[in-house]
C-alpha cells in the first residue's frame, strides 16, 4: 500500500495533466493514427506471418512506434531539470566581501535563486530550466539540460517512421487499385497464386479504407517535411553549442527592429534597387 501511495503522488498527478494539453493530444493523435494504418495496411499488403519480408516489415514498424514514444514521453515527463528552489552556488572561491558569482550570476525574482550558467527562467513552467533550449508545446515541457536527447531522438525518429509508414500506404493503395481495376471494382480480394498457398485473411478494403489510409498519408507526409524540418535545424543548433532560444530571440529582435524602423527599411530597400538598377 505504502509503495502504492509513494507511485501516486501530488507531483505526478501534475505531471500527467501535461498530457491534457492541444500539443500532446495532437502529437499522440498523429502518431496513433499512422501507427495503427500503416499496422492495418501492412497486414493487407505484406502479410507478416508467411515470409521473411512481411515479418521484418511489421516488427519495424511496431519498433518506429515503441522507439517514437519511449523517446517522446521521455522528453515529456523527465523533463528539461529545473534549477532547485533558492539555489546558489556551493563553492565560491571569491573574496569574502563580495562573492564572485554574485557578481556574474544573474537572480530570478521568482524562484528566489540564481540562475545557474545557460539556465534560463521559462514564463511557461515558472521556473528555472537547466540549459534551457526552449519550451516546446508539443511536449508541453521545456527542452533542456536533462531531456535535449530523448526531444532529438524524437524528432530523428518521427520522420523515419513515417516514411516507412507513407511507403506501406503507398503500396497498399496500389495493390488494392490494382486487384480493383484487374478484378473488378466489387471484389473483395482475388489473388489467383493465393489458393494454391496457405489461405490468406481476407479484409475487405472498401472506400472508408481508401480515405483512411489517404488521410494517414497526409498526416506522415506533413510529419516528415515539418519534424524533418526542425530535426535539421535543432542539429545545425546543437553542433553549433547553440540554443534555439537564441535563434528565437533574434529573430524577434529582427521583427521588432524591422517594425520600428519600417521607413527606414523601405528606403534602404529602395535604395538598394536604385542601385542595382542602375548598374
Ligand atoms: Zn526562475
Ligand atoms: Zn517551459
Not at 524562484?111 to 534551457?132: D, E, G, L
Amino acid at each position: 500500500m505504502d509503495t502504492f501511495c509513494s507511485v501516486i503522488k501530488f507531483e505526478n498527478l501534475q505531471e500527467l495533466k501535461r498530457l491534457c494539453h492541444w500539443g500532446p493530444i495532437i502529437a499522440l493523435g498523429v502518431i496513433a493514427v499512422c501507427s495503427t494504418m500503416a499496422m492495418i495496411d501492412s497486414v493487407l499488403w505484406y502479410w507478416p506471418l508467411h515470409t521473411t519480408g512481411g515479418s521484418v516489415n511489421f516488427i519495424m514498424l511496431i519498433n518506429w512506434t515503441v522507439m517514437i514514444l519511449y523517446n517522446y514521453f521521455n522528453a515529456m515527463f523527465i523533463g528539461p531539470g529545473f534549477v532547485p528552489l533558492g539555489w546558489k552556488p556551493e563553492n565560491s572561491q571569491d573574496r569574502e566581501d563580495v562573492p564572485l558569482w554574485r557578481m556574474y550570476l544573474q537572480y530570478c525574482k521568482v524562484c528566489q535563486a540564481y540562475k545557474a550558467p545557460r539556465s534560463h527562467h521559462c514564463i511557461k513552467c515558472n521556473r528555472c530550466v537547466m540549459k534551457m533550449d526552449h519550451h516546446c508545446p508539443w511536449i508541453s515541457n521545456s527542452c533542456g539540460y536533462q531531456n535535449h536527447a530523448s526531444f532529438t531522438l524524437f524528432l530523428l525518429l518521427a520522420p523515419l517512421g513515417c516514411i516507412h509508414s507513407a511507403f506501406i500506404f503507398v503500396m497498399t493503395m496500389y495493390t488494392q487499385l490494382h486487384n480493383r481495376l484487374s478484378f473488378g471494382w466489387n471484389t473483395v480480394k482475388i489473388d489467383m497464386s493465393a489458393s494454391r498457398r496457405d489461405p490468406l485473411p481476407i479484409i475487405p478494403f472498401g472506400l472508408a479504407a481508401f480515405a483512411a489510409t489517404l488521410f494517414a498519408l497526409g498526416l506522415a507526409l506533413g510529419t516528415t517535411i515539418a519534424v524533418g524540418m526542425l530535426f535539421f535545424i535543432q542539429m545545425k543548433i546543437i553542433l553549433r553549442n547553440n540554443i534555439s532560444l537564441n535563434f528565437i530571440t533574434c529573430l524577434l529582435i529582427l521583427q521588432i527592429f524591422v517594425k520600428s524602423n519600417k521607413d527606414q527599411w523601405m528606403f534602404y530597400i529602395k535604395k538598394k534597387a536604385v542601385m542595382i538598377k542602375t548598374v
